[in-house]
């Protein structure tokens, strides 16, 4: 347990030591918001205002990039450069450090929300979510749905520039396909129904929607598809975790 | 002193690959034993099967007592392991990293080995900040916080230079003065020779040759000839009995034989009988690089 702990708390200072992926995690999405704040600041959608629609959208996003960027990409990167092949031959076992770096992704994913919030609060009169308790519920279920699926899919990757092609992929399809970044209500209908397959639709309804407009018990299907996500993408990144690709 | 590695008849592939074909030996308690051949020959196959990483085929294994692949929990307390190019993180620093790993285990001896590695003066340097050398004395130190039984060294000195080698051998031998017992793959025989206790020669994922440097040196004919000459011909070297190979650069010769005896007598009566000056005339020893340059030729001549 002291290992686990020790290897997150490290994770998380190393993370802090590399400025750019500080950087494009607490920073580029805020200055998203302030840019998109900038062109559509007064716009009304379905009765939300701007922020309510997109800071917790953005929110939404930072789980992707974090799960894909901070935790998955990097595991591939310490499989390729031997530093997980070093663990194998210590008494630290595979889940811990995959359960270390869930920890520490979670701790800068809390940042992130919280550095959005912030903004949208001092920007654009964003008020606190209405159901808290059930947006924080909403958040947990995200995360435990998305880094495992991440980590399983970057795992699929033999090296890093691969887990990072990868996730780029993913983020851009999910960012402007799934009403994250770009109302879905602006989209062809056939657009629409695709946003449905992506994960990140399914994040963005349930922030949204617990954060505006009713608990987290009226989103039951979100709910459930991210549980799900999160149960199979749990069992395949363990079963298919490796220390090396030699 | 007692056996730690008792390995007998393994036997691995890859696919249709035989990587190792049928390897027996013993390790005991408290000596530097090394494994050595060529790239490709299963070293590292053969040390990752004693780890417990990779699971033989066929034959029987034990270390310490278990049986590597299905005891590898209680294993991994008791060894330590150096694999070849691992790193660890870029943006670590020497103590956390050492930190880090000591928290994996109930006891270490960080502070001794931070002395004896020298690694003071290191502490606060970030991983991907370090040279080459000060990389494997971190990795090193890694490897035997927790006062392993058995230390498992995949090419240690490989890319150091000359004078990092000889440092991290000094390294491996206080380690061994506290008890541990070390095994080694290497490529370097220089490296066999000088540090190990006993040495395991192994080629096409065979064992050829086991034994202390000396008794391997002397067991096996890799003696050779030396002289200068201008009128030897390198056809008539080769046909002399028990000559094994000729090598010759302007009017020096090396001729291996596995009878040095009877080739000199033949190379001096032919010399005598024709007239052909011969200088500087002399029987050498081989080192464990002539033996190991000795099974390659056998086996590309088989």
Known sequence: MTAMMKLASLETKMFFR???????????????????????????????????????????VNIVTISFFTLGTVLTNYRETGVLRRYQSTPIRSWMI???????GSVIFVISALLLMVFGILMYDLTLPVYMGSTLLALLVSILAFFPFALFLTSL?????????????????????????????????????????????????????????????????????????????????????????K | ???????????KSYGSIQAVKDISLTVNKGEIFGIIGPNGAGKTTTIEM??????????????????PHKQLRELNKKIGVQFQATAI??????????????????????????????????LGVMFDDLSGGWKQRVTLALATLHKPEILFLDEPSMGLDPHARRELWGLINALKEQGCTIVLTTHY???????????????????????????????????????DSEELLYDFLISLPSVVSVENENQSYKVLSDDQQTT??????YCYDNEIPVQDFRFEKGSLDDLFVHFLEKEASA
């Not at chain 1, 995959?98 to 520490?104: G, N, P, Y």
């Not at chain 1, 520039?161 to 399809?173: F, G, K, P, Y």
Request: charged letters at 15%.
């Open chain 1, 98 to 104: 995959l359960a270390a770096h869930t920890f520490q």
């Open chain 2, 264 to 269: 000199a007598y033949y190379i001096f009566k």
């Open chain 2, 50 to 67: 004693l780890e417990g990483i990779r699971k033989p085929d066929g034959g029987e294994l034990s270390v310490l007592g278990l049986t």
């Open chain 2, 89 to 122: 993180q870029k943006k670590m620093k020497v103590k956390e990293a050492i930190d880090l790993f000591a928290s994996f285990y109930p006891t270490t001896q960080k502070d001794h080995l931070i002395d004896l590695l020298g690694l003071h003066e290191k």
């Open chain 1, 157 to 245: 990757a033999k090296n890093s520039q691969a887990a990072a092609a990868i996730s780029s992929l993913c983020l851009n399809v999910m960012l402007f396909l799934s009403g994250a970044a770009f109302p879905l209500e602006f989209m062809p209908t056939i657009l629409q129904n695709a946003a449905k397959v992506l994960p990140l639709y399914y994040v963005v309804e349930l922030l949204r929607g617990t954060w505006n407009v009713g608990p987290i018990t009226d989103y039951g299907l979100e709910v459930g598809v991210l549980l799900g996500i999160s149960v199979v993408s749990t069992i395949l990144a363990s079963r298919f975790f490796r220390w090396s690709d």
């Open chain 2, 1 to 11: 002193m007692g056996e730690v590695i008792k390995a007998d008849h393994l036997v």
């Open chain 1, 18 to 60: 590399d400025r750019l992926s500080v950087f494009w995690t607490f920073l580029f999405p805020v200055l998203m918001i302030w840019m998109f704040g900038s062109m559509f600041g007064d716009s009304n959608l379905n009765g939300l205002s701007f922020a309510e629609m997109f800071v917790p959208s953005w929110i939404g």
């Open chain 2, 189 to 227: 025989m220089e490296e066999a020779e000088k540090l190990c206790d006993r040495v395991a020669m192994i080629y096409s994922g065979q064992l050829r040759a086991l034994g202390t440097p000396q008794q391997l040196l002397n067991q096996i004919p890799a003696h050779y000839l030396t002289f």
